[in-house]
């Protein structure tokens, strides 16, 4: 299946897929230029940005947890993280956290919420319309982890 053949089946959960890989690419950018704003308060907001970035890489790209090496503890907490409902909340939370970096003065850092409740919303709607969790080819699901093993 074809990356535009994934998008044409209607199912919000690659759509989320791809909204939290965006996602992990605004955090890391805006993370890393909040940093330089020098306030206490952002600095701390703008490297759980950068955290939620990482973490964001290994829910939507499960090849890297057989690739990479971590720790047994990390590896069960990103495989809860597995259905569309513990997605929506993960990324709800992470939205949350951001929106919430906006009491120490504006910065970037709300592009990244906002991107964060984009997919957590089209979780949501995967969800609420009862379609399972489908993993994007393109991104390591659907048997090619399997391949490498």
Do not use: H
């Not at 955290?51 to 790209?61: G, N, R, T, Y």
């Not at 990324?91 to 949350?96: D, N, P, Q, T, W």
């Not at 906002?114 to 979780?123: A, D, E, K, N, P």
């Amino acid at each position: 299946m074809t990356l535009k053949e994934e998008f044409q089946t209607r199912n919000f959960s690659i759509y989320g897929q791809w909204f939290g890989i965006l996602s992990m690419i605004i955090c890391l950018a805006t993370g890393i230029s909040a940093i330089f704003t020098f306030r206490p308060l952002i600095i701390i907001f703008a490297v759980i940005a950068i955290c939620s970035a990482f973490l964001i890489l290994f829910i939507e790209v499960p090849l890297l947890l057989r690739i990479c090496p971590t720790s047994g503890k990390f590896d069960d907490f990103v495989r809860k993280i597995s259905t569309n409902y513990m997605r929506a909340a993960a990324y709800g939370a992470m939205s949350l956290i951001q929106f919430f970096s906006n009491f120490g003065g504006p910065t970037s850092l709300i592009a990244a919420a906002v991107f964060l409740l984009i997919t957590s919303l089209c979780y949501v709607l995967a969800g609420l319309k009862g379609q399972d969790f489908i993993g994007s080819k393109t991104l390591g699901g659907a048997g090619v982890a399997q391949m490498i093993v």
